[in-house]
């Protein structure tokens, strides 16, 4: 069992979700992503929260999934691609567990919107991966590279948990 939260940044589209689902399986240990935490104690979507109530509430709601994060279990984490940006975000993150950031070539991201995997516009995406990727870099403790595929990035970050503890 992992003594510590394993928090999981990076860009949307990454992995971390797939990747966190089949970690915590792997480990036995719970899985949260925030985002998903966020919508369902608000009961809409994320796309809704943003467009109703704005970014910012959405992403101080993120925070506050983080703040309750802290006290309960350890578990697995797929954050917000915005949230690491935050320095109070990326504190309790650094003083209650590591940082993994899952890092997905930019050419993959641009291929899945190329495939209609992604609503966001190519544009979009490199300026996104520019204003990131420093933020995940920073604050990772390790980088785990998701370009293999699913079945090989869940085995890889598994064994890589496993390495730690």
Do not use: W
């Amino acid at each position: 069992m992992v003594p510590l939260h394993v928090f999981l940044v990076g860009m949307a589209g990454s992995g971390k979700t797939t990747l966190g689902r089949r970690l915590a399986a792997n480990l036995n240990m719970p899985f949260v992503d925030t985002d998903e935490r966020v919508s369902a104690m608000m009961n809409m979507p994320v796309e809704q929260i943003m467009t109703t109530l704005g970014e910012a509430f959405f992403h101080n709601a993120e925070t506050g999934v983080l703040m309750e994060l802290i006290d309960e279990f350890p578990c697995i984490v797929s954050t917000g691609s915005v949230l690491p940006m935050v320095k109070e975000n990326v504190q309790l993150m650094q003083n209650h567990g590591i940082i993994i950031h899952v890092d997905r070539p930019l050419d993959q991201l641009l291929a899945d919107a190329r495939q209609g995997n992604s609503p966001t516009d190519h544009e979009e995406i490199v300026q996104e991966y520019n204003q990131r990727i420093g933020f995940y870099k920073a604050c990772a403790d390790y980088t785990f590279e998701n370009n293999l595929g699913v079945q090989v990035g869940a085995q890889g970050i598994t064994t890589l948990v496993n390495s730690l503890f």
